[in-house]
């Protein structure tokens, strides 16, 4: 007896080469079908999917494709009277849109479109006596919302407004037996959160906090024989943990520990030629989520047809270096 | 969207089902509408509980609705005896139930389950306790579900050895089960802690995050390790290949921390220069470092040997001149570590240019954070089993790479040659890591060199020919003069390579060395080698200009060599140069 390794088999039909341009008229349609049912389904995570179809835009240089104004309006009727920003009108406001809404405010340079003393605000006022952060007013601890207060306010260039060191205590008390991290202390390790974790230490410059090697050899033993990444043991590849488990090992200078031809040859198979995008896997229906992490795996990989992105933020890197801002990474 | 496969349709399909969704978003979008209005004129009634519970069924992530049920329900609360309060959650948590069943990954869903049970006036944890089973006995690895576990076990009290006894039982029944493995790393520790402690049977709900197994020195017993062993081979015979057994093996081997101390205080009488290396990496600027010279305490200036590092293991300081280049004087020096309550001192005697103090590195100081070495009686019985596993499958990569670890820990250099013949195999049978394992290789020639250079108590550090591909362990070799990285697979010279204080001559012949930031203010450098690697422009030697002492540079066989006005070039960046081979 013995464990299947679990995988997906890519067919030799598979596409290998980049369609950059169907992925741009993916997008540029995506925001165009506003009546569609699944689009309005998906309304809860609006501001993220916008910050998801601009980023990929901005790293295939098509930005300018997409409505900024009513982007940008769009954004400013989403921050409430607390400073906090909701996925879309109606909704409630909450750590992750309003990272999602900072990230593209400063894609298009317009940060001082929105009330950012606000924002800092709702961002302090979401720590906790241990150092986490809530993602709202209800009090879900989370490290990914550890994660999306230091990014926000790093955006802003307002780190000092919280308390930086127990934000560090209580993210280092989420670090597991394998080098890991899970969502809170206790939790199993998942690439998701090892992500946050990694991109919080690198933003509080606290890296060298990390068992670099322990953590390297969990992340590069999530590639399997198809060359994707899974993002915990015994599951399967998915395109967004190329970006997951990439970024994360880009930042702790240990990329090279992946088979970057292999895992480029998932990615690409993950393309769907008609529609054009990136499913999770071969086969899949695509969406704007999977090829943003598609196109920035590939940005990391080293692909020169498209922009270089920053492995902490997953922004182009001429938008961080405009802001000023460069998060450390190991090397 | 994950894991939904795109299905080929005719376009009558494609028309039925265009219409289907038009009808199913009018019937969303008008129960949305309606609980976006009433929300909007403060109604918190239980038809807008029946509202947001239709939509919150088929989308259970639209996390503004939860937000909107709590206010409800927190209103009627207000309204309602204990009794109605305690009916009114319970239906909730059938309803949490229903939705569970359908999206068990829901983050709302969860978070709100969590909120229900902090609220309900009459709390039934075992209820909660067997839904968990539930669930887990469904999908053993859902996180959601785990993380709901532990809270309901640290709120109801439940003792630690029950859950480890889930956890048994759990593996008992399928050893690949990465969550329980994870899970009993949390646990083991609370146990049976080795220090002593006493172990607390029962953990009251705390507020204070429970100690990492990664950031705190977590010891367990050695008879419970023991045992540990025993049900991890067990897991490794029946499935070999399973990872998640191979992960918590390593761990258990491995869970000794080193000692925050200060290793090494060395001064020098030409430079009147103080380095520090620590036994891990600190910011010097913060943790109040104090230099005493002479009962004096002295004002300077630490600075990390790179500009790069914020935190690093190597500190250096400049004394104000003339403090100690007489050479007829002797003086003492202590540097304090306030932070940790610790200090190191160094005499620098009369007639000597130069003096240090540190420990007696031995393989068991200096390197242990890796794998802790316990009793060699246990771990040379757990080498002779994982060897038996390895007879019977040859090929295991989880097998050899745990092979490697167990020697190191027994042996280093006495399994040095199996070892390097072991990595061989491991990059044929896993070869989309070998670069990991390339790396993990040089780390461990790098430690075996260190503990040679040791043994022979000289300040030449010498590895030639290894298929070096990283450098790491710099901090330990703060002294040494001369060093020899020749004929390695060595791309850079990393910024840590400032670490080497005391460098005298660097040889790193034979490389595919492109880059040299760490050769960077290397006071004592004259001479170095860099034949045959890949340095392209003259740029790429500029840091070189910081080590004012350099004469000799041996530049032959790198493209840089053929650009033009190089050796003009190179002359008025390195102007003490006087022996350059181009």
């Given at each position: 007896m013995g464990t299947q390794i679990k995988d997906v088999i890519i067919k030799p039909d598979a596409p290998s080469s980049l369609l950059l341009d169907k992925h741009a008229d993916y997008i540029a349609a995506y925001g165009s079908k506003k009546d569609d049912y699944e689009y309005t389904l998906s309304e809860y995570l609006r501001m993220s999917g916008i910050y998801w179809g601009l980023t990929v835009m901005d790293l295939m240089d098509q930005l300018h494709r997409m409505n900024r104004q009513e982007i940008v309006d769009f954004i400013k009727s989403c921050q409430h009277e607390c400073g906090g920003i909701s996925a879309s009108i109606g909704h409630d406001p909450h750590l992750l849109y309003t990272l999602s809404a900072v990230q593209i405010l400063c894609l298009y340079g317009s940060v001082d479109e929105i009330d950012v003393d606000k924002v800092v605000e709702y961002v302090k006022g979401l720590q906790q006596e241990d150092g986490s952060f809530a993602g709202d007013k209800?009090?879900?601890?989370?490290?990914?919302?550890?994660?999306?207060?230091?990014?926000?306010?790093?955006?802003?260039?307002?780190?000092?407004?919280?308390?930086?060191?127990?934000?560090?205590?209580?993210?280092?008390?989420?670090?597991?037996?394998?080098?890991?991290?899970?969502?809170?202390?206790?939790?199993?390790?998942?690439?998701?959160?090892?992500?946050?974790?990694?991109?919080?230490?690198?933003?509080?410059?606290?890296?060298?906090?990390?068992?670099?090697?322990?953590?390297?050899?969990?992340?590069?033993?999530?590639?399997?024989?198809?060359?994707?990444?899974?993002?915990?043991?015994?599951?399967?590849?998915?395109?967004?943990?190329?970006?997951?488990?990439?970024?994360?090992?880009?930042?702790?200078?240990?990329?090279?520990?992946?088979?970057?031809?292999?895992?480029?040859?998932?990615?690409?198979?993950?393309?769907d030629e008609e529609t054009g995008g990136f499913a999770d896997r071969p086969g899949d229906m695509v969406d704007p989520f999977h090829t943003l992490f598609g196109v920035a795996g590939l940005s990391l990989l080293g692909d020169d047809q498209i922009k270089a992105v920053n492995p902490v933020l997953c922004m182009p890197e001429d938008v961080l270096q405009r802001i000023g801002l460069q998060p450390d990474l190991l090397s | 969207m994950h894991g939904r496969v795109k299905v080929k349709t005719t376009a009558q399909q494609e028309e039925e089902k265009r219409k289907e969704r038009e009808k199913k978003l009018k019937i969303y979008v008008a129960?949305?509408?309606?609980?976006?209005?009433?929300?909007?004129?403060?109604?918190?009634?239980?038809?807008?509980?029946?509202?947001?519970?239709?939509?919150?069924?088929?989308?259970?992530?639209?996390?503004?609705?939860?937000?909107?049920?709590?206010?409800?329900?927190?209103?009627?609360?207000?309204?309602?005896?204990?009794?109605?309060?305690?009916?009114?959650?319970?239906?909730?948590?059938?309803?949490?139930?229903?939705?569970?069943?359908?999206?068990?990954?829901?983050?709302?869903?969860?978070?709100?389950?969590?909120?229900?049970?902090?609220?309900?006036?009459?709390?039934?944890?075992?209820?909660?306790?067997?839904?968990?089973?539930?669930?887990?006995?469904?999908?053993?690895?859902?996180?959601?579900?785990?993380?709901?576990?532990?809270?309901?076990?640290?709120?109801?009290?439940?003792?630690?050895?029950?859950?480890?006894?889930?956890?048994?039982?759990?593996?008992?029944?399928?050893?690949?089960?990465?969550?329980?493995?994870?899970?009993?790393?949390?646990?083991?520790?609370?146990?049976?802690?080795?220090?002593?402690?006493?172990?607390?049977?029962?953990?009251?709900?705390?507020?204070?995050?429970?100690?990492?197994?990664?950031?705190?020195?977590?010891?367990?017993?050695?008879?419970?390790?023991?045992?540990?062993?025993?049900?991890?081979?067990?897991?490794?015979?029946?499935?070999?290949?399973?990872?998640?057994?191979?992960?918590?093996?390593?761990?258990?081997?491995?869970?000794?921390?080193?000692?925050?101390?200060?290793?090494?205080?060395?001064?020098?009488?030409?430079?009147?220069?103080?380095?520090?290396?620590?036994?891990r990496p600190v910011n010097a600027q913060s943790v109040g470092l104090f230099l005493v010279l002479d009962g004096q305490p002295q004002r300077v200036e630490w600075r990390s040997v790179h500009p790069r590092f914020k935190q690093s293991p190597v500190w250096i300081c400049d004394l104000p001149p003339g403090t100690i280049n007489d050479i007829s004087n002797e003086h003492n020096l202590t540097v304090h570590w306030t932070e940790k309550h610790t200090h190191r001192d160094c005499a620098l005697y009369t007639g000597r240019t130069e003096s240090w103090c540190r420990d007696t590195a031995t393989d068991q100081e200096l390197f242990r954070s890796e794998l802790s070495v316990e009793k060699t009686s246990v771990l040379q019985s757990e080498l002779q089993s994982v060897n038996q596993l390895q007879e019977l499958e040859p090929l295991n990569k989880w097998c050899l790479l745990t092979i490697i670890l167990l020697m190191r820990a027994l042996d280093p250099l006495g399994y040095e040659k199996e070892t390097l013949a072991h990595f061989q195999t491991l990059k044929e049978v896993d070869s989309m890591r070998s670069a990991y394992y390339n790396d993990l290789c040089s780390k461990f020639m790098i430690e075996n060199t260190i503990l040679k250079m040791e043994y022979a108590e000289v300040r030449v550090f010498s590895i030639s020919d290894r298929n070096l591909t990283t450098l790491c362990h710099l901090d330990q070799l703060l002294l040494v003069t001369h060093i020899n990285l020749s004929s390695n697979q060595l791309q850079r010279l990393p910024p840590q390579f400032a670490m080497l204080q005391c460098l005298e001559v660097l040889e790193a012949d034979n490389n595919c060395i492109e880059n040299l930031e760490g050769v960077y203010h290397l006071l004592r450098l004259e001479e170095v080698s860099l034949r045959n690697n890949k340095i392209s422009t003259p740029a790429d030697l500029k840091p070189l200009a910081s080590c004012r002492k350099l004469k000799r540079l041996d530049l032959r066989g790198n493209p840089v060599t053929q650009s033009p006005d190089v050796e003009s070039e190179l002359s008025e960046l390195l102007p003490s140069v006087t022996d350059l081979l181009l």
């Open positions: 209800w009090g879900e601890i989370d490290t990914r919302f550890s994660f999306c207060a230091v990014a926000t306010l790093s955006l802003l260039g307002k780190m000092d407004a919280i308390n930086v060191d127990k934000a560090i205590e209580f993210v280092l008390s989420c670090m597991n037996f394998d080098g890991g991290f899970g969502c809170r202390p206790g939790s199993e390790s998942h690439a998701g959160q090892i992500y946050c974790c990694t991109g919080f230490l690198s933003l509080t410059g606290q890296l060298h906090q990390l068992n670099a090697d322990l953590l390297g050899w969990w992340l590069c033993e999530r590639q399997l024989p198809s060359g994707g990444l899974n993002g915990r043991p015994e599951k399967l590849p998915d395109v967004c943990y190329s970006w997951w488990v990439l970024a994360s090992l880009k930042i702790i200078g240990r990329i090279h520990w992946i088979d970057k031809a292999k895992l480029r040859g998932f990615i690409l198979a993950c393309q | 129960a949305r509408d309606a609980c976006f209005s009433k929300r909007t004129d403060g109604v918190l009634d239980e038809e807008a509980l029946q509202l947001t519970q239709q939509l919150l069924s088929s989308n259970p992530d639209f996390a503004t609705l939860w937000n909107y049920r709590r206010e409800i329900l927190m209103h009627q609360e207000t309204i309602k005896d204990e009794d109605e309060v305690q009916n009114i959650y319970e239906a909730e948590l059938l309803f949490l139930e229903s939705c569970l069943k359908v999206n068990p990954k829901s983050y709302g869903s969860w978070h709100h389950r969590s909120w229900v049970s902090a609220r309900l006036p009459r709390p039934d944890w075992s209820r909660e306790l067997s839904l968990c089973d539930r669930c887990l006995s469904l999908d053993d690895r859902n996180f959601h579900c785990w993380d709901y576990r532990r809270m309901v076990v640290r709120m109801s009290g439940v003792p630690v050895d029950k859950e480890l006894e889930f956890t048994d039982r759990l593996i008992g029944s399928n050893f690949s089960n990465y969550s329980s493995w994870h899970y009993r790393s949390t646990l083991l520790p609370l146990l049976h802690p080795e220090s002593p402690e006493p172990p607390s049977p029962c953990r009251q709900p705390q507020s204070s995050p429970p100690p990492s197994p990664q950031t705190q020195s977590h010891r367990v017993c050695e008879e419970q390790l023991l045992k540990e062993y025993e049900l991890v081979q067990n897991a490794f015979f029946t499935d070999p290949n399973d990872q998640s057994a191979w992960f918590y093996y390593r761990w258990l081997l491995g869970r000794a921390e080193r000692e925050e101390m200060i290793s090494c205080v060395y001064v020098s009488r030409e430079e009147e220069r103080v380095a520090v290396a620590f036994s």
